[in-house]
C-alpha cells in the first residue's frame, strides 16, 4: 500500500501543482498599468468658472476646458484638432461653417447644438455684458447662426483664416439653465469631467463624465489645488500632496531634482519673455535708446544664472516655436554694451537716463529675479531703471495705464496659439500697447488678420517680425521656461502651452 | 536659594557678558555708519557667474553670495542701515511726544491729564503691526511712515515713566520751594526734573530700541517696509525663504544678524535697569 | 486696553488661596468700567480704521474693483455714502460695519466678512495652541529655575530661554522650518493640511511668549517662598509638594493670566507673521495677502476683528484675573 501511495504521491503532487499554477495563471490578470484614482495638480489663483470671462489657460481656463465643450481644441503639438465640431470649411472668404456631431449633451440631457453655439457667441459679443472678458480676438465675428441643430455659420467682417484657433478655446454653457443659475460659480457641462466642487482659494474636484462623447480619460478623479505660495509648493511636491505642479521657479528647480518620487525639468514654453516698451514714456520714442536696451542685456548671462540654464537667449521675434510664421533661423540680439552706449551718446544722452521698470509679482516665471539682474546691466550702459513690482491681481490695469512706466516684463501668448493674435496685442489701440506704433506694423498685422490665404498671411507675418526687429518694438529676452514637477507615477506629456488639463494624464507604465 | 559661590562666578560671567554686547553692538553700528569703507563690495553688485556660493567656498566672498551673485557681507553690514536709521528715529520721535507728555500730565493732573491717558488707550486698540499693515496698505510703503507708525505705537511706554516719577516727585520739598521762588515751569523741567527722568528713560529707550527694530524687520518680512534690491535684513530673510533647503545662508546670515543685535540691546538693557534699583532682577 | 492695575504684585494676593467667595463673583460697578472701556477701544479702533479710509483721498475708487467704469464707481460712492460730508460718512460707516452691510471682497467671490470670518477658526486653533505651548513651557521652565534640585536645571533653562526673546517670531519659525521640516524631514514645512501643521507655528507662537512667562513666574514664585502664609502652612505640617502646588503655584497664576493679557497685543502682531511664515490659511495671512493686493475690503474688516479680538482677550483676561483675585474685584 504504502509502495503504491509513494510511487503514486509525485504524480498526484505533479497533477495537483499543474492544475493549481494553471488556475493561477488564469487568475491572475495580464499585467497592467497600475490604477491611479486621483490626482491632484497645482494650479494658479481661480476667478470664475464662467467661460464667458476666465482667460487664463494654467487657471480658470483650465477648469472650463474639462468641465465643458468647444468647437476645436489644440492639442499638445498645437495642432487643431475637432472637439464639437466634426468638420469646418471656409464656404465664403468672409464665412466659416461648422459641422458639429449630434452626440454631445450636457448633463440634463440638453443637446450642445448648432443653437447652443450661436447663443453663448451672443452671449459674450452682444449681450448685456458684452464684450465679455474672453471674447478677446472676436473683433471681425459679426454673426453667428444656426443654420440648423448639426450646422453654425459664422459671418465675419473680413476674412478670418484663424477663427476655428480662436474658437478653442471658447467654452458652451447651457441657456435655459444659466437663466437660474450663476455660471461664475456653477457649472454643468459636457465636457469628459463634471464638476464635484468649487473653491476659487483651496481646491476644485472633477469626477469623470460617464456620458462624454469622446474617448474617457484615464484618471477618474482630479483635483486642482491653488497654492500661490512657492515654499509651500515646494513643501507640497515634496511631500507628495501634490502630484503635479508647473511654472515652478527655476532657481528652485535644483532642489527637487533631489526627490526620486518626482520628474523634475523644463522645456520651452511656447511663450516668448520680452520687455513691452511704452513708447509714450519719456525716451522711449527714440529708436537709439530702444536699441541700445537691447544691446545692453546679457541674456546668456541671465539664462545661465538666474534660469538655471533652464532656457538660452531667444531670438528677434515675439513667437513662439508652434505659431504659424515662426521663424527658425532668426538669431538673438547681440550683447554689446559698447554699442548700447554709443547709441546712447548718439541720441544726446551720455549722461545717463532713469526709466521705471515694472514686473509682476508672480504669474511670469523667473521674473523677480531676471528683473534685478537686468536692472543692474541697463546701469552698466547708463540707464538707471527703477523697479516697481505689482501684484498679479492689479496687473491688468497696471499694464493699460498710459502713464505706465517705460519697461513692463512680460511674456507674450495667445491662448489660440493664432500669430495674428499675439500680433495684434502690440497694434495701436490694443489694450496691451501704448504710445505710437510704427505704421508698418499695423498694416501688416491687419493685413495678416483679414488675409484671404495662407500664403498672404505668412508674408504678412513674415513682414511684421521684421518691423518688430528694425523698430526695436520690444526688448527680446527669451523663451519662458516651462518648469515642471511632476510624481514619476504618472505619464504626462510636458506641453509648451500653458494648458493643465488631467485629461492628458495617463498612469506610468 | 542664594548660594554666595554661583552668584559671584554668574556676575562675573555677567560682566563678560556684558562687555560682549557693548562690543557687538558696536561693531554693528560702526559697521553700519562706516559701510561703504567696511563693506567689500557694492551690496547691490551683481556677479551672475557666481550666483549662490557657499559662505567660507571662496576668499572673496566669505559669507557666501545669492542668488544674483551679490556678496552677504556687504549686504550684511549694509542690511544693517535701514533696522537702525528707522529704530534710531522712532525712538527719538516717541521720546519728543512722550516725555512732554509725561512731563505734563504729571505735573498738572486733571483734564489735560486724562485727555492724554485717553490718547494713550487708543494707541492700545489695535496691535502695532496690524495698525503698520493698516495704514502702509492706505498710504503707500513710505519708510516715513513705518517711522511714524512705530514712533506712535511706542510713546506710551515713555510717558508712563515719565507721569509716575513726575507725580511722585511734584510734592518735593525742592520742587516745591523752586516753584514758589519763582522757577518757571521749564527751569524746574529742567533743573529738577529732567535729571531724575533720564536714567528712566534709558531704560525705557533701550526696550524701545529692540521693539522698533523689531517691528521694522517684521514689516520687511512682510514686503511692507524695505523692497528689493536696497539690502535690509528682514527682507533678505523674506528673499532667501524659498532657498532654505538650498542655499540657507541667504535666510539665516542676516537673521544671526538681526539676533545678534538685539541680543546685544536687551543685555545691555537688563544690565542698565539692573544698575537703576528698580527692582528689576537680571537673570 | 491697558489690564487691571492691581497688576503682577503676588504679594497682594489673598492667602487662603479660596478662588470664590459667596457672594457675586464681580461687582457690578467695576465690570460696568471695564466693558465700557473695551467699548471705548472698540470705537477707538473702528475710528481709526475710517479716518484711514478717508486719508487715501478717495475711498470709493479704492474700494472699487480693478476694471470698474467711472460710472460703477459713482455707484460705489453713492451707495457708500462717500460723497456726503464726513460725519455724516462716519456714521454710515459704522452703520454699515454693523449691520455686515460692507462691500465685496474684490478678489474673491464672498463678501469681506465671510472671508475674514472663514479664517479666523484657524487663528483661533494657532493662538490657542500658541499660547498653551508658551504657558505651559514658560510655567515649567520658571518652575525648575526654582524649585529644581539640581543647579544645572535651575540655570540652564531660563538662559537659553532668555535668548529667545531676542529672536523674532520669523526667525525662530524659519530657522524651525530649516530644523525639522529640511533637515529632518520630521514636519511640514507650510500649510494647514494636517495636524501635524500645527505643531510648527504654534511652537514659534509659544517660544514668543514662554521667556517672558518663565521669568515672571521665576520672580513671582521667589517671592511667595518668603511669604508668611507658606511658613504657617510649613508650621502646620503640609508636605513641601503640597505647599507648592496648591499655594504658592495658585497664588501665581494671577501675574502669569495678566501678563498674557499685557503681551496680547505682540501676540497678536506675532501670529500675522508667524502666520506667513507658515503659509498658516488664518486671519494674519489673509490680512497680509490682502493688502498685498490691495482688497480695501478685507483689509479693513479684517483689521476691525483683529481689534475686537484685541480688546476682547484684554477684557477677558481682566475678568479672570479679577475672579482670581478677590482683592480686585470690588
Known amino acids: 500500500m504504502k509502495t503504491q501511495s509513494l510511487v503514486r504521491a509525485p504524480a498526484r503532487v505533479a497533477i495537483v501543482m499543474a492544475a493549481a499554477i494553471g488556475a493561477a495563471a488564469l487568475l491572475v490578470p495580464a499585467p497592467a498599468a497600475a490604477q491611479i484614482e486621483t490626482v491632484t495638480v497645482g494650479i494658479e489663483p481661480l476667478t470664475t468658472l464662467d467661460p464667458g470671462k476666465g482667460r487664463a489657460t494654467r487657471g480658470d481656463l483650465a477648469i472650463s476646458s474639462q468641465i465643458y465643450s468647444s468647437l476645436t481644441s489644440v492639442n499638445e503639438d498645437g495642432t487643431l484638432v475637432g472637439d464639437l465640431a466634426l468638420s469646418w470649411e471656409q464656404t ?418 | 536659594m542664594n548660594l554666595p559661590k554661583s552668584t559671584m562666578r554668574r556676575r562675573d560671567l555677567g560682566k563678560v557678558g556684558e562687555w560682549a554686547a557693548i562690543a557687538m553692538l558696536s561693531a554693528l553700528v560702526i559697521g553700519a555708519v562706516f559701510a561703504p569703507f567696511v563693506a567689500p563690495y557694492d551690496p547691490l553688485a551683481q556677479d551672475l557667474t557666481n550666483i549662490m556660493q557657499p559662505p567660507f567656498a571662496s576668499m572673496a566672498h566669505p559669507l557666501g553670495t545669492d542668488f544674483l551673485g551679490r556678496d552677504m557681507l556687504s549686504r550684511i553690514i549694509y542690511g544693517a542701515q535701514p533696522p537702525m536709521v528707522v529704530g534710531a528715529f522712532a525712538v527719538l520721535l516717541a521720546l519728543v511726544i512722550g516725555v512732554p507728555l509725561g512731563i505734563m500730565s504729571g505735573w498738572r493732573g486733571g483734564w489735560p491729564d486724562m485727555a492724554i491717558g485717553r490718547l494713550a488707550d487708543i494707541q492700545m486698540s489695535i496691535p502695532g503691526l496690524v495698525l503698520a499693515l493698516l495704514v502702509l496698505a492706505m498710504l503707500g510703503k513710505h519708510l516715513s511712515l513705518v517711522v511714524l507708525i512705530i514712533a506712535l505705537e511706542s510713546w506710551p511706554l515713555h510717558y508712563r515713566v515719565v507721569r509716575a516719577y513726575v507725580q511722585s516727585v511734584r510734592g518735593n520739598g525742592y520742587v516745591e520751594a523752586a516753584s514758589l521762588a519763582g522757577v518757571g515751569p521749564v527751569g524746574i523741567t529742567f533743573r529738577h526734573l529732567l535729571p531724575g527722568v533720564v536714567p528712566l528713560l534709558a531704560v525705557t529707550a533701550t526696550a524701545n530700541v529692540a521693539t522698533a527694530v523689531l517691528a521694522e524687520a517684521a514689516l520687511s518680512y512682510l514686503g511692507m517696509g524695505v523692497v528689493p534690491p536696497t539690502a535690509d535684513w528682514g527682507s533678505m530673510v523674506a528673499e532667501g525663504q524659498t532657498q532654505l533647503s538650498g542655499a540657507w545662508w541667504i535666510s539665516v546670515l542676516p537673521g544671526f544678524a538681526l539676533i545678534a543685535l538685539l541680543l546685544s540691546v536687551q543685555v545691555i538693557g537688563n544690565a542698565i535697569s539692573a544698575r537703576q534699583s528698580l527692582g528689576g532682577r537680571d537673570l | 486696553m491697558p489690564p487691571s492695575t492691581s497688576g503682577p504684585t503676588p504679594a497682594n494676593t489673598a492667602s487662603t488661596g479660596a478662588f470664590r467667595s459667596a457672594r457675586l463673583p464681580i461687582g457690578p460697578r467695576v465690570l460696568g468700567h471695564r466693558l465700557l472701556a473695551a467699548a471705548f477701544a472698540v470705537w477707538a479702533a473702528v475710528t481709526i480704521v475710517f479716518v484711514m479710509i478717508t486719508a487715501t483721498g478717495d475711498p470709493a475708487l479704492a474700494l472699487a474693483p480693478e476694471d470698474a467704469s467711472a460710472a460703477q464707481v459713482e455707484q460705489i460712492r453713492a451707495r457708500y455714502g462717500f460723497d456726503q460730508p464726513i460725519p455724516v460718512q462716519y456714521v454710515r460707516f459704522v452703520v454699515d460695519l454693523a449691520t455686515g452691510g460692507f462691500p465685496s471682497s474684490l478678489y474673491s467671490r464672498q463678501t469681506a466678512a465671510q472671508v475674514v470670518l472663514g479664517t479666523l477658526p484657524n487663528t483661533l486653533l494657532l493662538g490657542g495652541a500658541g499660547i498653551a505651548i508658551g504657558v505651559l513651557l514658560g510655567g515649567t521652565v520658571g518652575y525648575l529655575s526654582v524649585f529644581a534640585r539640581f543647579r544645572v536645571v535651575r540655570e540652564v533653562p531660563i538662559s537659553v530661554l532668555m535668548v529667545f526673546q531676542s529672536i523674532p517670531a520669523f526667525l525662530t519659525g524659519i530657522l524651525l522650518i530649516l530644523l525639522f521640516s529640511l533637515q529632518l524631514r520630521w514636519l511640514p514645512t507650510s500649510g494647514a493640511r494636517s495636524w501635524w501643521s500645527l505643531i510648527l507655528p504654534a511652537v514659534t507662537v509659544g517660544l514668543s511668549l514662554a521667556p517672558a512667562i518663565a521669568r515672571l513666574l521665576r520672580s513671582a514664585l521667589m517671592e511667595q517662598i518668603t511669604a508668611d502664609y507658606v511658613n504657617t502652612a510649613r508650621a502646620k505640617g503640609l508636605t513641601r509638594r503640597r505647599i507648592r502646588l496648591h499655594h504658592i503655584l495658585g497664588n501665581s497664576l494671577v501675574p502669569v493670566v495678566t501678563l498674557v493679557g499685557l503681551q496680547a497685543g505682540s501676540l497678536l502682531s506675532g501670529i500675522v507673521v508667524v502666520e506667513t511664515v507658515f503659509a498658516w490659511p488664518g486671519l494674519g495671512s489673509q490680512l497680509v495677502k490682502s493688502v498685498n493686493l490691495h482688497d480695501y475690503p478685507v483689509v479693513v474688516t479684517a483689521v476691525i476683528v483683529v481689534a475686537i479680538a484685541y480688546v476682547l482677550l484684554s477684557l477677558l483676561v481682566d475678568l479672570l484675573v479679577m475672579l482670581l483675585n478677590p482683592r480686585s474685584r470690588y
Open chain 1, 92 to 509: 465664403a472668404p468672409t464665412e466659416w461653417t461648422f459641422n458639429l456631431r449630434d452626440d454631445a449633451f450636457f448633463a440634463d440631457g440638453s443637446p450642445v447644438d448648432a443653437n447652443v453655439v450661436a447663443w453663448n457667441l451672443d452671449r459674450m459679443l452682444k449681450g448685456p455684458d458684452a464684450p465679455m472678458p474672453a471674447a478677446t480676438g472676436m473683433r471681425l465675428i459679426a454673426e453667428v447662426t444656426a443654420k440648423d441643430a448639426k450646422t453654425v455659420v459664422f459671418t465675419t467682417s473680413e476674412p478670418f483664416l484663424d477663427l476655428p484657433r480662436r474658437l478653442a478655446w471658447t467654452y458652451f454653457i447651457e441657456p435655459k439653465w444659466a437663466e437660474e443659475h450663476d455660471p461664475s460659480t456653477e457649472a454643468m457641462g459636457s465636457g469628459p469631467y463634471t464638476l464635484v466642487s468649487w473653491d476659487p482659494a483651496g481646491d476644485v474636484v472633477l469626477k469623470l463624465n460617464e456620458n462624454y462623447y469622446g474617448p474617457k480619460p484615464a484618471i477618474p478623479n482630479a483635483t486642482y489645488r491653488v497654492i500661490p505660495n512657492e515654499a509651500t509648493r515646494l513643501a507640497a511636491l515634496r511631500g507628495g500632496e501634490l502630484d503635479a505642479a508647473f511654472g515652478i521657479d527655476p532657481l528652485s528647480v535644483g532642489q527637487l531634482q533631489a526627490e526620486d518620487s518626482l520628474s523634475v525639468g523644463a522645456i520651452d514654453a511656447n511663450k516668448m519673455q520680452t520687455m513691452r516698451i511704452n513708447f509714450g514714456a519719456p525716451h522711449m520714442d527714440d529708436l537709439r535708446v530702444r536699441q541700445a536696451i537691447n544691446y545692453a542685456i546679457d541674456k546668456d548671462a541671465i539664462t545661465k544664472s538666474v534660469y538655471a540654464g533652464l532656457v538660452g537667449p531667444g531670438s528677434t521675434q515675439i513667437l513662439g516655436p508652434l505659431y504659424d510664421g515662426f521663424e527658425a533661423n532668426r538669431e538673438a540680439w547681440p550683447y554689446d554694451p559698447e554699442k548700447a552706449r554709443a547709441l546712447l551718446a548718439e541720441a544726446g544722452l551720455s549722461d545717463g537716463i532713469t526709466i521705471r521698470l515694472g514686473t509682476a509679482e508672480t504669474g511670469y516665471v523667473g521674473a523677480a529675479q531676471a528683473t534685478q539682474a537686468i536692472a543692474a546691466q541697463l546701469g552698466q550702459v547708463g540707464i538707471k531703471a527703477e523697479i516697481e513690482t505689482i501684484p498679479y491681481a492689479n496687473w491688468v490695469r497696471y499694464l493699460r495705464d498710459p502713464e505706465g512706466p517705460a519697461l513692463t516684463f512680460i511674456a507674450w501668448g495667445s491662448q489660440s496659439v493664432s500669430t495674428p493674435e499675439i500680433l495684434a496685442q502690440l497694434v495701436t489701440g490694443a489694450p496691451y500697447a501704448i504710445g505710437p506704433v510704427p505704421a508698418a506694423y499695423d498694416a501688416a498685422v491687419a493685413a495678416a488678420t483679414g488675409a484671404a490665404d495662407e500664403a498672404t498671411k505668412l508674408a504678412e507675418i513674415a513682414k511684421a517680425l521684421q518691423v518688430t526687429e528694425d523698430e526695436a518694438m520690444t526688448v527680446f529676452l527669451w523663451a519662458q521656461p516651462q518648469t515642471y514637477a511632476i510624481s514619476r507615477k504618472l505619464d504626462w506629456k510636458v506641453r509648451m502651452d500653458d494648458w493643465v488639463r488631467v485629461y492628458d494624464i495617463h498612469p506610468a507604465q
